[in-house]
């Protein structure tokens, strides 16, 4: 027997109380497990995995540092970001062929948000995703918080697609972390908190996004909006159809995305 408020209950009664009883959920009808950051942790890790797969592609320490950006402080290009990041059409290789989103490499969409220029871009793409994301998480959890990254991350990189130079290669977490700091704004203002700090933060990246080179304006500003889409989507839902409404946004947002990847596709080949 165990005891409870009044008196003891068997275990098999706790066990079938447990049962009928809903689990507690966020005010967006997330899980309470985002209060731990797995997703933020499991995302990061992946994307040092991949800083790592980027210097043994390459066979040497320059995917760390030495590379052109930001007086040679980012890494080098490699072979593996040759193979994942965002491009358009472009010819390359020995021997010479012809690589891209419009070729067919869809995959490079999703690959390109996890490859980073560098130990420096790394460092402060996932400094952002940490501290942006444990918040985002605890609040929408887990499942809401990776669609709403992923979601975003994909927005920029299909608005690097449309429109960057198609052969000028484009990679990073940057355009995920504008949708993250986006969304942060939004579900703050709903849940009546100050956003005071939110504010200066996004202006200065933006400003930095504008005024510093070799930075992709399209994927940055791709990002931020999708990202403000996703979270008006999940924070205003009404409850009695939130999990219809929050699925049916991001789903209204991939079609939207795939729509404008088949336009620019058929641009480049046509």
Same mark, same amino acid.
Not at 102 to 129: C, I, S, V
């Given at each position: 027997?165990?005891?409870?408020?009044?008196?003891?209950?068997?275990?098999?009664?706790?066990?079938?109380?447990?049962?009928?009883?809903?689990?507690?959920?966020?005010?967006?009808?997330?899980?309470?497990?985002?209060?731990?950051?797995?997703?933020?942790?499991?995302?990061?890790?992946?994307?040092?995995?991949?800083?790592?797969?980027?210097?043994?592609?390459?066979?040497?320490?320059?995917?760390?540092?030495?590379?052109?950006?930001? @007086?040679?402080?980012?890494?080098?290009?490699?072979?593996?970001?040759?193979?994942?990041?965002?491009? @358009?059409?472009?010819?390359?290789?020995?021997?010479?062929?012809?690589?891209?989103?419009?070729?067919?490499?869809?995959?490079?969409?999703?690959?390109?948000?996890?490859?980073?220029?560098?130990?420096?871009?790394?460092?402060?793409?996932?400094?952002?995703?940490?501290?942006? @994301?444990?918040?985002?998480?605890?609040?929408?959890?887990?499942?809401?918080?990776?669609?709403?990254?992923?979601?975003?991350?994909?927005?920029?990189?299909?608005?690097?697609?449309?429109?960057?130079?198609?052969?000028?290669?484009?990679?990073?977490?940057?355009?995920?972390?504008?949708?993250?700091?986006?969304?942060?704004?939004?579900?703050?203002?709903?849940?009546?908190?100050?956003?005071?700090?939110?504010?200066?933060?996004?202006?200065?990246?933006?400003?930095?996004?504008?005024?510093?080179?070799?930075?992709?304006?399209?994927?940055?500003?791709?990002?931020?909006?999708?990202?403000?889409?996703?979270?008006?989507?999940?924070?205003?839902?009404?409850?009695?159809?939130?999990?219809?409404?929050?699925?049916?946004?991001?789903?209204?947002?991939?079609?939207?995305?795939?729509?404008?990847?088949?336009?620019?596709?058929?641009?480049?080949?046509?």
């Amino acid at each position: 027997m165990r005891e409870a408020s009044v008196g003891h209950q068997c275990p098999e009664c706790v066990r079938a109380g447990r049962r009928t009883q809903r689990p507690a959920r966020t005010a967006f009808g997330g899980s309470h497990a985002g209060q731990h950051g797995y997703v933020s942790l499991t995302l990061i890790a992946i994307n040092v995995l991949m800083l790592i797969a980027a210097a043994i592609s390459a066979g040497s320490g320059d995917a760390f540092a030495g590379g052109r950006g930001w @007086g040679g402080l980012l890494g080098a290009r490699t072979p593996l970001h040759e193979w994942g990041s965002v491009l @358009g059409q472009a010819l390359y290789g020995n021997p010479p062929q012809v690589h891209g989103i419009a070729e067919g490499e869809y995959y490079r969409l999703l690959t390109g948000m996890f490859l980073q220029y560098g130990l420096l871009h790394l460092m402060l793409n996932m400094w952002a995703l940490w501290v942006l @994301g444990r918040t985002l998480e605890a609040v929408l959890g887990p499942a809401r918080f990776l669609a709403l990254y992923l979601t975003a991350g994909l927005g920029g990189n299909v608005a690097a697609y449309l429109f960057s130079d198609p052969a000028v290669l484009t990679a990073g977490a940057s355009g995920a972390i504008f949708g993250l700091f986006a969304a942060l704004f939004i579900v703050m203002r709903k849940l009546g908190r100050d956003t005071s700090a939110v504010v200066p933060i996004l202006v200065f990246n933006l400003v930095l996004t504008f005024s510093v080179s070799n930075i992709s304006i399209a994927g940055h500003l791709g990002g931020l909006v999708i990202g403000a889409l996703v979270a008006v989507g999940m924070a205003y839902a009404p409850q009695a159809r939130r999990v219809l409404l929050q699925s049916g946004t991001v789903v209204a947002v991939l079609v939207v995305l795939a729509v404008l990847t088949v336009v620019r596709t058929s641009a480049l080949t046509g």
